[in-house]
């Protein structure tokens, strides 16, 4: 399948096939561009989450403009990228079976020979001890692993809940010398599809609150947080100006969903373009709809049904392998037959994770050429 698409590069966009994963590349870079720029504005890092493309490709590109490194959720994300040469890598998330965290240890001194840096995430002394005893077997060098403790700060998901835990969990990283306390977890997932830009503020005043009194327990200990890290596409903003957090993990900000489009645009937050598409063509067309060649097969539904570029149409369920069309207005008309639809996913994540490769275009989508294939290294990397 690679071999066919590599076949593409130089072709214009009517010589890609449907359905098939299309990154307008220069909307990509002025979405990368554009976020770039507000985080040196704001004396922030950015370190996206690559768990948004799993590519290896694309991370190089946003540590070439300035990211300092990448996040992703998985152990085996973080080791598809760097086998692909991405040195610096943060797993933002608990890691608990010993087995893995062997692995974890053995890719922090592969990136360290690199002069990379690994980093992952702990809610449990049991999580810091398990990581200690596989740094210990592996007779790691002092430092070599970042730890960030996790708050949970109202996500309801992984975290500690309250600043007492938080620094139980420090002094306990402390007395491992192959682990350096690196600062705090602190993202809230919930709050980024709050719709309204007050429930947006409201939620993340919560979080930096949280956050300053956790911070207050460290310093008054002898321990304190190097840096907070966290903020997604919905609310990096407000993380940006609370006066607490020195890192952004934004990632969808590179696509742009339809589930982020749907929020109430934030003044202080740049806007962002649509930039990845499915691309789609009409199959068959009846009196009172029409059919296209992407189903769920292509897209992920979770977070809602991807729309319709252009907005006259509306996708509905189809099933796997098909879309019903039908127009957005009584007065609409229907495609016709054998007409190519591009369809903005609901979810980029979980969508990107349904292909092999991403076709990248420049020039637009109607009278562009295909410029790359974005190979989705970390495909199907759950463990």
């Keep these: 399948m690679k071999q066919v698409h590599d076949k593409l590069i130089g072709q214009p966009v009517s010589h890609i096939d449907t359905p098939a994963l299309v990154i307008d590349l220069d909307a990509m870079e002025r979405n990368l561009s554009q976020m770039m720029a507000f985080a ?15 590519s290896a490709a694309l991370a190089k590109l946003q540590m070439q403009a300035g990211a300092v490194g990448v996040c992703v959720q998985k152990t085996s994300e973080a080791e598809a990228l760097a086998a692909e040469g991405v040195d610096d890598i943060y797993i933002s998330n608990e890691v608990i079976a010993p087995h893995k965290l062997t692995r974890v240890v053995a890719l922090a001194k592969t990136l360290a020979k690199r002069e990379g840096r690994l980093a992952i995430a702990v809610d449990s002394l049991a999580g810091v001890q398990r990581l200690a005893d ?8 002092a430092s070599l692993i970042d730890v960030f403790i996790e708050l949970d700060v109202g996500h309801g998901r992984c975290g500690v809940h309250s600043s007492d835990a938080v620094l139980e969990l420090a002094q306990e990283i402390s007395l491992h010398t192959a682990l350096r306390f690196a600062g705090l977890q602190a993202y809230h997932g919930r ?5 309204s830009v007050e ?19 460290l310093d ?23 006066g607490v957090f020195g890192e952004l993990q934004a990632g969808s900000f590179l696509f742009m969903d339809a589930d982020y489009a749907s929020n109430e645009p934030d003044p202080a937050q740049p806007q962002f373009e649509h930039a990845l598409f499915v691309k789609t ?24 049904l991807p ?5 006259l149409l509306t996708y ?62 970390a495909r199907g990397a759950l463990t």
């Design 134 to 141: 596989a740094a210990d077997e592996a007779s790691l060098p």
């Design 191 to 195: 709050a980024q599809h709050l719709r």
């Design 220 to 242: 008054e200990a002898g321990l304190p947080a190097a840096l907070i890290t966290g903020a997604g596409t919905g609310t990096f903003g407000l993380e940006a100006t609370g």
């Design 281 to 304: 063509q009409v199959m068959s067309v009846s009196a009172e709809h029409a059919v296209c060649d992407a189903g769920h097969k292509s897209h992920a539904i979770e977070s809602g």
């Design 40 to 54: 040196k504005s704001h004396q922030v890092r950015l370190r996206p989450h690559a768990k948004m493309h799993k």
């Design 316 to 377: 509905a369920n189809g099933g796997d392998e098909h879309g019903i069309l039908r127009p957005s207005k009584p007065e609409g008309e229907l495609p016709a037959l054998g007409e190519v639809l591009w369809l903005i996913p609901g979810h980029c994540d979980p969508t990107v994770n349904l292909h092999d490769q991403m076709i990248g275009v420049r020039g637009g989508l109607e009278t562009g050429v295909v410029e790359q294939v974005i190979r989705v290294d």
């Design 199 to 217: 429930e947006r503020r409201t939620a993340i005043e919560t979080v930096v609150a949280i956050v300053k009194q956790a911070c207050t327990v």
């Design 307 to 311: 729309r319709v570029r252009g907005g």
